[in-house]
């Protein structure tokens, strides 16, 4: 009815402003506690860190719960030409992958999941005060990775809801879990390049 598809497009307004009022929050609050790491003796680094992994999971919670509550399984909305909402179900890894695979990737995802979130936890804390961009990075994909594997231990799937799609081809739905994985993962590719490029000057 009319009166969904008002209530879909102001959540999803309110929804985008959420998500990105806390995530320029979180970068100006690391800015302003690298500005002045010089003159004030700041709080542990890795708490920064941290605290963006845990403005990705609260995110990630959030819209999937809103989608949970406003859609039912398999419903979307039309946005825009290339963008839908959607209610999907994931029981595979990121993207789709996987998904189809009879059951047992429920518990092997969700042993990996939490064997990467401890190794990017532990690599946070030992993080040189230099490599901000690794840091960030790596924070970003700890946030995702919780974001799903709460979804998975909780739910047994992962609930997707973000629909590009063109000239009838459709991209495999994602989250804001997977969003955030996908970008730490350039930016940690973007770091190895400078990195190594620094070392070999």
């Given at each position: 009815t009319q009166r969904q598809v008002n209530a879909c497009a102001v959540g999803t307004s309110l929804m985008t402003w959420a998500v990105m009022s806390n995530i320029q929050k979180s970068a100006a609050a690391a800015l302003a506690i690298l500005a002045v790491r010089e003159k004030v003796a700041?709080?542990?680094?890795?708490?920064?860190?941290?605290?963006?992994?845990?403005i990705v999971l609260i995110a990630d919670q959030l819209t999937k719960a809103w989608i949970v509550g406003a859609f039912g399984y398999g419903e979307s909305t039309f946005i825009t030409a290339f963008f839908n909402l959607v209610r999907a179900h994931n029981y595979g890894a990121a993207f789709s992958f996987l998904s189809d695979a009879g059951g047992w990737q429920r518990y092997g995802l969700s042993i990996l999941s939490a064997a990467v979130s401890v190794t990017i936890a532990v690599w946070l804390a030992r993080q040189p005060l230099d490599r901000w961009m690794e840091s960030a990075a790596l924070a970003l994909i700890?946030?995702?990775?919780?974001?799903?594997?709460?979804?998975?231990?909780?739910?047994?799937?992962?609930?997707?809801?973000?629909?590009?799609?063109?000239?009838?081809?459709?991209?495999?739905?994602?989250?804001v879990a997977d969003a955030a994985i996908s970008v730490g993962a350039v930016l940690l590719l973007i770091d190895a390049f400078f990195h190594r490029d620094g070392e070999g000057q």
């Amino acid at each position: 009815t009319q009166r969904q598809v008002n209530a879909c497009a102001v959540g999803t307004s309110l929804m985008t402003w959420a998500v990105m009022s806390n995530i320029q929050k979180s970068a100006a609050a690391a800015l302003a506690i690298l500005a002045v790491r010089e003159k004030v003796a700041p709080m542990p680094r890795v708490l920064v860190w941290y605290a963006i992994a845990l403005i990705v999971l609260i995110a990630d919670q959030l819209t999937k719960a809103w989608i949970v509550g406003a859609f039912g399984y398999g419903e979307s909305t039309f946005i825009t030409a290339f963008f839908n909402l959607v209610r999907a179900h994931n029981y595979g890894a990121a993207f789709s992958f996987l998904s189809d695979a009879g059951g047992w990737q429920r518990y092997g995802l969700s042993i990996l999941s939490a064997a990467v979130s401890v190794t990017i936890a532990v690599w946070l804390a030992r993080q040189p005060l230099d490599r901000w961009m690794e840091s960030a990075a790596l924070a970003l994909i700890l946030g995702g990775a919780l974001g799903n594997l709460y979804d998975r231990v909780a739910l047994g799937y992962v609930v997707d809801f973000l629909d590009f799609h063109w000239s009838g081809r459709h991209f495999p739905a994602f989250n804001v879990a997977d969003a955030a994985i996908s970008v730490g993962a350039v930016l940690l590719l973007i770091d190895a390049f400078f990195h190594r490029d620094g070392e070999g000057q």
